[in-house]
């Protein structure tokens, strides 16, 4: 290899990437020994702060896989969750000299020449890249999402780590089997690489949610897009937070919004987006549309999945235990004992609890938001303990954690709707032939197939 030689380069990042990630999985090793070594009362917390603070130095893509893990129900202890759960992906935007040099990386060396005016500033920076707003000849307004440099080298380092967190957390707790998990974390992070896929996902998401005119997403601009460089139609509008403490009429608009912007492409076409926080959703005017922001991570299921989804939630509202056994069985888990699925069913039971009541009501029906969850978490966790470990499939990890972020919105919201009939008109005829059917012409168009 030359002494400027690119591939050397990234395999000496990657190596830089492995250590830094190591010695702070090391540094948690250690806390961990030293709690139990000296059997603190406090443990489990302590622990649970270490590792915290071990993931939190990492910065990048591995911070992103503890906030996943810490949204799965039941694979942390409390604590544990609690504490990754407050890790945020803020890493500071890269400079304008850097931007320039991954620009015309993407671009070409004119690439200033293609926008009639692009900001210097970021708008938005997360773990994988950052947002700058343009504007091209024709005077359309533009987001343009710049990946960082050697984000694939950063992406494996981390996922090579991620086995070494695995096993830290099966000695927290024998309860869970999460080796589907790190498969299932690491395929999702390697497509949010992939700018090209979100920028067919957006596309995708355009053509089903066609129906709603109050839901807008992005128009891709091609021209100005490469596998690490996405360029969209800019959408105006102000974060879902503002709105907290707006009048229930209109928080509740855009809370039916996000319910039809989640749950249309599932019941339909089988697709998810599997990361439904709401830094990704932003409200136009005064609630009239709900603009979707990020296609990353966008999950598809088997026709058969969805019919799964829907038959747990049949067979729930029907106190149909063998049909829950039939459900579960086509989200993949196995070895299914009536104790298990009585466990199953409790978190299920929490997961589909506002879709069973036919009533008006708000997400967490006057539980607190602090609490929300947390007593069927313990109960369910004290089950398995007996029953375990129990290996959670693939994919039920990003269906549950986004069923989880949406219920957040609507937490946050404080909207008050009747779910139930929300959900029982977006399965009224379902078909699962016919979905297949949608989602393999759906696909097809848009070169996702």
């Keep these: 290899m030359s002494d400027n030689d690119p591939e050397r380069d990234r395999f000496s990042q990657r190596l830089a990437r492995v250590a830094q990630v190591g010695a702070q999985a090391t540094g948690a090793v250690a806390a961990i020994g030293a709690h139990r070594l000296l059997r603190r009362e406090d443990s489990e917390a302590q622990i649970a702060r270490a590792l915290r603070d071990a993931l939190g130095n990492t910065r990048g893509p591995l911070m992103k896989v503890a906030q996943m893990l810490a949204t799965i129900p039941d694979l942390l202890p409390p604590d544990l969750a609690r504490e990754l759960q407050t890790l945020q992906a803020n890493a500071p935007s890269m400079g304008w000299s850097f931007v320039k ?114 839901i807008a997403v992005p128009e891709p601009v091609a021209a100005l897009s490469t596998d690490r460089l996405l360029t969209m139609t800019w959408l105006e509008g102000q974060s879902i937070l503002a709105f907290k403490d707006r009048e229930l009429e209109a928080r509740n608009r855009i809370a039916d919004q996000m319910f039809h912007a989640w749950w249309l492409p599932m019941t339909a076409y089988g697709v998810i987006h599997g990361d439904p926080h709401l830094g990704n959703y932003a409200a136009a005017g005064d609630a009239e549309a709900l603009n979707l922001l990020d296609f990353g991570c966008i999950r598809i299921f088997p026709p058969q999945f ?65 609490e929300y969850g947390r007593r069927e978490a313990f109960r369910v966790r004290q089950m398995l303990k007996d029953l375990g470990p129990v290996r959670i499939p693939r994919e039920f990890v990003f269906m549950d954690r986004a069923a989880i972020g949406l219920g957040a919105a609507f937490l946050h919201l404080g909207a008050q709707l009747n779910f139930h009939a929300l959900f029982e008109a977006s399965i009224a005829g379902f078909d699962e032939a016919a979905l297949a059917r949608r989602q393999a012409d759906g696909l097809a168009q848009a070169g996702l197939a």
Excluded: C, T
């Excluded at 063998?322 to 579960?328: E, K, M, N, Q, V």
């Design 306 to 370: 969805v019919a799964g989804v829907i038959g747990l939630y049949r067979a729930l509202y029907a106190n149909d235990l063998d049909g829950a056994a039939a459900a579960y069985e086509i989200w993949g888990f196995r070895n299914l004992s009536r104790p298990l699925i009585e466990a199953l069913n409790l978190w299920a039971r929490f997961i589909y609890g506002p879709l069973l009541d036919d009533r008006v009501r708000s997400v967490a029906d006057g539980v607190s938001p602090g």
């Design 101 to 214: 040099r991954r620009m015309r990386a993407e671009l070409g060396a004119d690439w200033e020449g293609k926008f009639a005016h692009f900001e210097r500033e970021a708008v938005a920076a997360a773990s994988l890249g950052q947002v700058h707003r343009a504007r091209d000849a024709s005077g359309r307004d533009l987001a343009v999402k710049l990946q960082y440099p050697e984000m694939a080298s950063a992406v494996e380092a981390d996922l090579a780590q991620l086995r070494v967190l695995i096993g830290l957390f099966q000695r927290l707790d024998k309860a869970i089997d999460p080796s589907e998990i790190a498969v299932e974390i690491g395929a999702r992070l390697r497509e949010e690489l992939d700018y090209g896929r979100e920028r067919r996902a957006m596309q995708l998401y355009a053509q089903m949610l066609a129906p709603r005119r109050d």
